[in-house]
Every structure is written in C-alpha cells, then in structure tokens.
C-alpha cells in the first residue's frame, strides 16, 4: 500500500485512530483506489463491497462507518483548521463532504 503512511497520517492528525471501525475502511478504500482509480465512480457497487469482503462485514456498515468517521474528522478539525482547509478545500469548514467527495479529495492529496 504505497499511500498508508500517508492516510494515516492524516487520519492520526484529526486524533482517528485504529479504535474507529472507518480508520481501516479508509485506508483500505484509499488502497483500492490506487488499484483501480474508477473504483470511486462506483463506490456502493465497488469499494464498499471490497472493503466489506475484505472486513467480513456488509457494505451498509462500510459506509456507516466511514461517514461516522469522517463526522468526527470533522468535530476534530477544527483544531488544525489549516490541515482541514489544504486537504478538503477552502469549503470544507462550512459542511463535511460526501463519502465520495472524501475519497476524491483524501486521494488527491495523499497521492
């Protein structure tokens, strides 16, 4: 996983850690992206359901828990708005962005 250090990284810097079902969702959903970018045009029909065989779990709770994840980044970001505004844009601090939008924008930067 040539991008992992670089996730967590960011994950850790908005106090996520492996105690949070979407820290390895996330990473995972990054590593599938590097495997095949398209992935992200389809994220319930494809990424969900490879991290979901991957965890031995079901897509619903995939995205469950990556949005309860990224809910709290957001709670979180605040305290290095910086951070926050250089990965996910100038706009981020007014709404949380989609999963997908996440995805889209977590990868561009970490990539």
């Given at each position: ?31 599938f992206m590097e495997m095949d970018e ?74």
């Open positions: 996983m040539k991008y992992e250090a670089a996730v967590k990284h960011v994950l850790n810097e908005f106090e996520i850690g492996r105690n949070y079902a979407g820290y390895d969702y996330i990473i995972d959903g990054i590593h398209s992935s992200i045009r389809h994220i319930t029909k494809t990424l969900y359901i490879d991290i979901a065989k991957k965890h031995n779990t079901t897509s619903i709770c995939v995205e469950r828990n990556i949005r309860t994840t990224i809910e709290i980044m957001w709670r979180n970001g605040t305290k290095d708005a910086e951070l926050m505004i250089r990965i996910f844009g100038s706009g981020c601090m007014d709404q949380r962005p989609s999963n997908t939008r996440f995805f889209e924008l977590l990868y561009e930067y970490v990539v």
